[in-house]
């Protein structure tokens, strides 16, 4: 039931991006295509490429999990040594 007055708050892309991604399980990733399609904008895989660029919270948020549909792991805020390590840490390279 509704309480009067009350407005809707509609999540942002990046909140639903963000959400997505949160929800890799460790040892697994996406692509930024899928994490695009999951968060209902399937053609909007270079944004989710921005958004993982700037994400400020690497522990919430497992953005080294999102690779590129070639297979390569492509970039990382933090460099991509770091992105490779992490993920053969996890078991998903």
């Given at each position: 039931m509704a309480v009067?007055?009350?407005?809707?708050?509609?999540?942002?892309?990046k909140e639903k991006?963000?959400?997505?991604?949160?929800?890799?399980p460790r040892g697994e990733?996406?692509?930024?295509k899928e994490?695009?399609?999951?968060?209902?904008r399937p053609?909007?895989?270079r944004a989710v490429g921005n958004i993982?660029?700037?994400n400020p919270d690497t522990k919430r948020v497992p953005c080294?999990?999102?690779?590129?549909?070639?297979?390569?792991p492509g970039g990382y805020a933090r460099g991509r040594k770091k992105?490779?390590?992490?993920?053969?840490?996890?078991?998903a390279l």
């Open positions: 009067s007055g009350a407005k809707r708050i509609r999540e942002t892309f991006v963000y959400r997505v991604v949160a929800a890799i990733t996406l692509t930024y994490v695009a399609r999951r968060a209902g053609l909007a895989y993982m660029h700037r080294h999990r999102v690779v590129r549909s070639d297979g390569d992105k490779m390590l992490l993920l053969k840490r996890e078991g």
